[in-house]
């Protein structure tokens, strides 16, 4: 019946699919997988990058968690965070105490900032029986130190992992998981080279909601999806239009709400970058797959070239030339700069970044948002107003 789906309608039913599994809080499809396969495990984990590979090879699921949007109202997670930081710990505190996230066994929590790491500690206070992780992320990048460091990590994760699923840590499957992986990540890195080169076919609102299904799903069950939507979006008909190309900056953590991405689309917006869930992109190029497993992940962490605001660059590499070299490579005309409030590192980070796009000529907006946002007619016009200035003077 699906195969003789137009491409239109076959994309339609896809996206819907994605867009259901991102609306369900109550996680249907985790219960469902963990139903059946008893015994397993399933690990939640937070923005910005957590060793997947780890919970697949004990025989889990991995589940990213990225808060609520404006979908459930925040009442004990207000009780839980002062009101001048983000959305987010709140969003998943909530989540956890309304019973959304039993199905979860435990969380890692990434160095992220220092929001995450009271958020671990709230979490650990919450819920005592569940396995609770703080994932501190070396910013030391040299192999004898950083690395050293960062293996001793992964080997207590690996086995405390296996202890909860009753896999034995010398069968656990980490090579197996590895290319599980590699594979989801080049599946990746080809939806996005074809929404730079031909946004019109893969438009970022569903390039967004696609990536962010792979939160919720089988690594493997997501690598199908995306490789079939490939197929569906380059037999798609559609013309370009006349809408700026713009590189998206800021939205590494707390996702902006749907409407947002759409929203930017409705203002002449063609976001041919982005950096959403870098925790399902990075590292940037495949992991060994022949060596040490642990070591390929160690080295996957220190010797990829992102660039992050919650990550240390390194003193030889001048800040912002990553985001320059990728908005030249994408073609990109010019940045916009999507923070959410109260995101320290993002904000702190946007000055030194509009520096660096300045000494290139680059140009450039900058707002604010919050994953329950619902002002979007003013980000409508800020993102218009930009769109036009490129397109009418090559110049915001």
Same mark, same amino acid.
């Given at each position: 019946?699906? #195969?003789?789906?137009?491409? /239109?309608?076959?994309? %339609?039913?896809?996206?819907?699919? &994605?867009? @259901?599994?991102?609306?369900?809080?109550?996680?249907?499809?985790?219960?469902?997988?963990?139903?059946?396969? =008893?015994?397993?495990?399933?690990?939640?984990?937070? =923005?910005?990058?957590? !060793?997947?590979?780890?919970?697949?090879?004990?025989?889990?699921? =991995?589940?990213?968690?990225?808060?609520?949007? @404006?979908?459930?109202?925040?009442?004990? %997670?207000?009780?839980?965070?002062? #009101? $001048?930081?983000?959305?987010?710990?709140?969003?998943?505190?909530?989540?956890?105490?309304?019973?959304?996230?039993? *199905?979860?066994?435990?969380?890692?929590?990434? #160095?992220? &900032?220092?929001?995450?790491?009271?958020? *671990?500690?709230?979490?650990?206070?919450?819920?005592?029986?569940?396995?609770?992780?703080?994932?501190?992320?070396?910013?030391?990048?040299?192999?004898?130190?950083?690395?050293?460091?960062?293996?001793?990590?992964?080997?207590?994760?690996?086995?405390?992992?296996?202890?909860?699923? %009753?896999?034995?840590?010398?069968?656990?499957?980490?090579?197996?998981?590895?290319?599980?992986?590699?594979?989801?990540?080049?599946?990746?890195?080809?939806?996005?080279?074809?929404?730079?080169?031909?946004?019109?076919?893969? !438009?970022?609102?569903?390039?967004?909601?696609?990536?962010?299904?792979?939160?919720?799903?089988?690594? @493997?069950?997501?690598?199908?999806?995306?490789?079939?939507?490939?197929?569906?979006?380059?037999?798609?008909?559609?013309? !370009?239009?006349?809408?700026?190309?713009?590189?998206?900056?800021?939205?590494?953590?707390?996702?902006? !709400?749907?409407?947002?991405?759409?929203?930017? @689309?409705?203002?002449?917006?063609?976001?041919?970058?982005?950096?959403?869930? /870098?925790?399902?992109?990075?590292?940037?190029?495949?992991?060994?797959?022949?060596?040490?497993?642990?070591?390929?992940?160690?080295?996957?962490?220190?010797?990829? =070239?992102?660039?992050?605001?919650?990550? $240390?660059?390194?003193?030889?590499?001048?800040? %912002?030339?990553?985001?320059?070299?990728?908005?030249? *490579?994408?073609?990109?005309?010019?940045?916009?700069?999507?923070?959410?409030?109260?995101?320290?590192?993002?904000?702190?980070?946007? /000055?030194?970044?509009?520096?660096?796009?300045?000494?290139?000529?680059?140009?450039?907006?900058?707002?604010?948002?919050?994953?329950?946002?619902?002002?979007?007619?003013?980000?409508?016009?800020?993102?218009?107003?930009?769109?036009?200035?490129?397109?009418?003077?090559?110049?915001?």
């Amino acid at each position: 019946m699906e #195969s003789r789906l137009t491409p /239109p309608t076959a994309i %339609g039913a896809l996206i819907a699919r &994605c867009e @259901e599994l991102i609306a369900d809080l109550d996680l249907g499809n985790v219960r469902a997988w963990r139903a059946a396969h =008893p015994g397993r495990v399933v690990i939640g984990y937070l =923005p910005i990058y957590a !060793p997947r590979e780890l919970v697949h090879a004990a025989g889990g699921l =991995p589940v990213g968690i990225v808060g609520a949007g @404006e979908e459930l109202e925040i009442v004990r %997670g207000d009780a839980c965070f002062q #009101s $001048y930081i983000c959305h987010l710990p709140r969003s998943v505190i909530e989540l956890g105490l309304s019973g959304k996230l039993d *199905s979860l066994d435990g969380m890692i929590f990434p #160095s992220t &900032c220092d929001v995450i790491r009271n958020l *671990s500690g709230i979490w650990s206070l919450s819920f005592p029986k569940k396995w609770v992780r703080y994932l501190d992320l070396p910013q030391n990048f040299d192999a004898s130190m950083g690395g050293v460091f960062y293996r001793g990590i992964l080997e207590g994760m690996l086995r405390e992992l296996c202890e909860l699923s %009753g896999v034995d840590p010398k069968h656990a499957d980490l090579r197996g998981a590895i290319r599980a992986f590699n594979a989801n990540r080049r599946a990746l890195r080809e939806l996005y080279a074809l929404r730079a080169a031909e946004p019109w076919r893969a !438009p970022t609102s569903e390039v967004y909601v696609l990536v962010r299904a792979g939160l919720l799903l089988p690594v @493997e069950e997501h690598t199908t999806m995306v490789e079939r939507y490939l197929g569906l979006a380059k037999a798609r008909e559609a013309r !370009p239009l006349d809408n700026a190309r713009v590189a998206l900056r800021g939205a590494f953590c707390e996702q902006p !709400p749907i409407e947002l991405v759409k929203t930017l @689309e409705r203002a002449g917006c063609y976001v041919v970058d982005d950096d959403f869930l /870098p925790m399902l992109r990075w590292p940037e190029r495949d992991v060994d797959e022949s060596g040490d497993p642990l070591d390929a992940l160690v080295a996957a962490w220190l010797d990829t =070239p992102l660039e992050a605001p919650s990550r $240390y660059t390194r003193c030889n590499a001048e800040k %912002g030339q990553v985001l320059i070299d990728t908005v030249r *490579s994408t073609r990109a005309e010019g940045v916009i700069f999507a923070a959410p409030s109260f995101c320290d590192p993002a904000l702190l980070d946007r /000055p030194m970044l509009l520096g660096a796009l300045d000494r290139a000529k680059i140009v450039h907006t900058s707002f604010k948002y919050a994953e329950n946002t619902g002002q979007m007619q003013p980000i409508r016009e800020q993102a218009g107003t930009f769109a036009d200035s490129i397109k009418l003077w090559g110049e915001a």
